[in-house]
C-alpha cells in the first residue's frame, strides 16, 4: 500500500536543470525524513540530498550550490531541483523515505536522469 513515485527524470544537456518529484501515499508523510539517492554505471548508491521533518537539509559536497531539495507536506511530495547539470550527473535517482518514530523504510523505483555534453 505504501507507494513512492517518482517523476521528471529525462535527458537534458549540460547546464541544463531538471525538478524531480516523488509523490508518497500510504504513509503520514511529515513523520518520514525525506532523502534521493543515486546511482550511476559502475558506482554504488549515494545519498545526493536529505530533508527531515524539520526540514534541515544535507547534500553531497558533489551537488551543493546546484541542488536543492524541498518538501510539500500538504502534497505528500519531496522534491529535486537540479541545476546546472554536469554529465557526471547521470544516474538513476531514487527516493527514500524514513519514519522518524522507527525503523521502517521505504523506496521508491527509481527514475533515470540523463546529461548530455
Known amino acids: 500500500q505504501v507507494q513512492l513515485v517518482e517523476s521528471g527524470g529525462g535527458l537534458v544537456q549540460a547546464g541544463g536543470s531538471l525538478r524531480l518529484s516523488c509523490a508518497a501515499s500510504g504513509i503520514t508523510f511529515s513523520n518520514y525524513a525525506m532523502g534521493w539517492y543515486r546511482q550511476a554505471p559502475g558506482n554504488q548508491r549515494e545519498l545526493v540530498a536529505s530533508?527531515?521533518?524539520?526540514?534541515?537539509?544535507n547534500y553531497a559536497d558533489s551537488v551543493k550550490g546546484r541542488f536543492t531539495i524541498s518538501r510539500d507536506n500538504a502534497k505528500n511530495t519531496v522534491y529535486l531541483q537540479m541545476n546546472s547539470l554536469k554529465p557526471e550527473d547521470t544516474a538513476v535517482y531514487y527516493c527514500?523515505?524514513?519514519?522518524?518514530?522507527?525503523?521502517?523504510?521505504?523506496w521508491g523505483q527509481g527514475t533515470q536522469v540523463t546529461v548530455s555534453s
Open positions: 530533508i527531515t521533518t524539520f526540514d534541515n537539509t
Open positions: 527514500n523515505a524514513v519514519y522518524r518514530f522507527g525503523n521502517l523504510s521505504y
